[in-house]
């Protein structure tokens, strides 16, 4: 079974640094997708950045951008110039294929505050 | 609609009696998702209805939750003889098509606490 593990519980990061939130997966599949959620206090879940497993290349969204180390299964989120509007709670999720479609296997989160 | 709706956002119930949650997906989206995030934790996978294909109901705690969709749109997710485990924030998602390219939409939940 497909499992994705988030080591830090909580991060915290200066207004205008960068941080890096960790994210390892296990799977048996060559081909699949990588996502990172942000859950601010609102509750909804907001897409940030996805990879897909056979790229190469490392996605880029503006000030977020990850790390995809496929042979290690790690997928860790970067943002830079962290601003008070990135505190939250982010998910890593995979996304694989069942025999009913597909579904997504979340993380247990990574809290992200934001020091002025 | 332009987003997921859920409803109610905010739930209170005394232990015992049953609750019904509801999502609405975005138009189109074939594929529905229940989720349930309990306080500070990860999400837990509930039950997926994917087009007219038997839902994958694989997550389900127990056999006091069931989960229907109607008409391939709305769903509903019915929680009986609730217990006080149940508190947790309910999620709903969609997605444009089975295609794992695609992430997934989510609503803003509902909060249900048994008391």
């Known amino acids: 079974a497909q499992t994705v593990t988030q080591s830090q519980p909580e991060m915290s990061v200066q207004e205008a640094e960068t941080v890096t939130l960790s994210c390892t997966y296990d799977t048996s599949e060559s081909d699949y997708y990588l996502f990172w959620y942000k859950q601010p206090p609102s509750r909804q879940m907001i897409l940030v950045i996805r990879?897909?497993?056979?790229?190469?290349q490392n996605a880029t969204e503006n000030r977020f951008s990850v790390n995809f180390q496929k042979a290690a299964k790690s997928f860790s989120l970067k943002i830079s110039d962290s601003q008070l509007g990135d505190a939250a709670m982010y998910f890593c999720?995979?996304?694989?294929?069942?025999?009913?479609?597909?579904?997504?296997?979340f993380g247990g989160g990574t809290r992200l505050m934001v020091k002025p | 609609g332009a987003g997921v709706s859920q409803s109610p956002s905010n739930k209170v119930t005394e232990k015992g009696k049953d609750v019904e949650l509801r999502c609405d997906p975005i138009s189109g989206h074939t594929a529905l998702y229940w989720y349930r995030q309990s306080l500070g934790q990860g999400l837990e996978f509930l039950i997926y209805f994917q087009g007219n294909s038997a839902p994958d109901k694989s997550g389900l705690p127990s056999d006091r939750f069931s989960a229907e969709r109607t008409g391939g749109s709305v769903s509903t997710l019915t929680i009986q003889r609730t217990q006080q485990e149940d508190s947790a924030v309910y999620l709903c998602a969609s997605s444009q098509s089975g295609d794992r390219r695609y992430g997934y939409t989510f609503g803003s939940g509902t909060r249900l606490t048994v008391v």
């Open positions: 999720a995979y996304r694989y294929y069942n025999n009913a479609g597909n579904m997504l296997t």
């Open positions: 990879q897909e497993a056979y790229k190469q």
